[in-house]
């Protein structure tokens, strides 16, 4: 049986958001969790990141199912799980998808949305996304925006006159442009912070501005003056460019962890594979700041020697 709902893939922090979005838009939504059940009734939290005089909280009825308990095709589906997990995770849902889905995911980094697109079928659309929206779980159905931000889905293979993307207003034409530009913000801040066990802004710091400054360089260049399979999409990430959109970053969220610094931290999976690591296997050893700040996140048992000499060399 074919329903018209949304499928959302991942109850975590952008999986519960976006459920809860999607709801305030009026349509059904079947939340597909992995572990722990969020159960029927999500509560979302938005005093943090509200607009003057709207309602802060809100509660969405919504269905819930492990991948092994869907008895229905869906059209539509979000995936809003870590980079690394995206692949499983789709295979779990895959025979549940109609031939000619939309097949939307909005995890942070680049090279596995081409591992993605390899693995559809030849009328299902791959919609990449990327998000500046700010979210954190307290409870396994409660979720706090803690950020307000941009949310932009666009086709990974662009084609000429095709059905437009099921959310008009979310859709863009430069998805690559938008993907390459989030890449650069978290290449640089979230490895730096990670490693130094540092916040945002600190990046800006006397301690770190050179070695904020230098890596942020040598990506421009890579972005701007090598043979980068996204070159179309990153010319105009000049130093100065990136600098300033990095530096406003660092700045906005001066007192927040970022994402992989609360992974080490906590001793979690990464997504250095997404980030860091896939602007190494592009740059033809042209990146060795970012290789090197790649090596220290995955190699702990290097990372101090690695953190020296970064801050000694550059
Ligand atoms: N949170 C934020 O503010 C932001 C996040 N992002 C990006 O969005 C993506 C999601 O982040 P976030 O929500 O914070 O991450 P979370 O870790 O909170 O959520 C990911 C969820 O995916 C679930 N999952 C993994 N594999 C499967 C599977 N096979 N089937 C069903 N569920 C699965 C996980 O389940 P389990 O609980 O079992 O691990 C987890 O609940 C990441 O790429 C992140 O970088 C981008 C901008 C901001
Ligand atoms: C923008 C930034 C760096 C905010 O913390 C982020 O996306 C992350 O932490 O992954």
Known sequence: MKTTSWLVVGAGAIGLLWTCKLKKLNFNVHLVYRNQSPGNLLSLDESLASEENSPTFSEHKIKSFQASQLNKSYDKVLFCTKAYDLLDAYQSVQAHLTKDADIACLCNGLGFQERLQQKLQKNQTLWAGTTSEGALKIAPNKVKHTGLGDTYFGRWCPTKNAKP??????????????????????????????????????????????????????????????????????????????????????????????????DLRLKRQTENEFISGYLVSQSKNSLPIQAALHQAVAKPEQREEIKKKLLNTV
């Open 165 to 262: 993307f099921p959310l008009p207003s979310f859709e863009v034409a430069n998805i690559h442009q938008r993907l390459v530009e989030k890449l650069a913000i978290n290449a640089i801040i979230n490895p730096i912070t990670a490693i130094y066990g540092i916040q945002n802004g600190d990046i800006l710091s006397p301690d770190y501005e050179h070695l904020f400054k230098n890596a942020t360089r040598e990506l421009a260049h890579f972005f701007t003056q090598s043979d980068f399979s996204l070159l179309e999409h990153s010319q105009h990430l000049n130093s100065d460019n990136l600098i300033n959109r990095i530096s406003t970053v660092a700045q906005l969220t001066r007192l927040n962890r970022s994402s992989m610094h609360e």
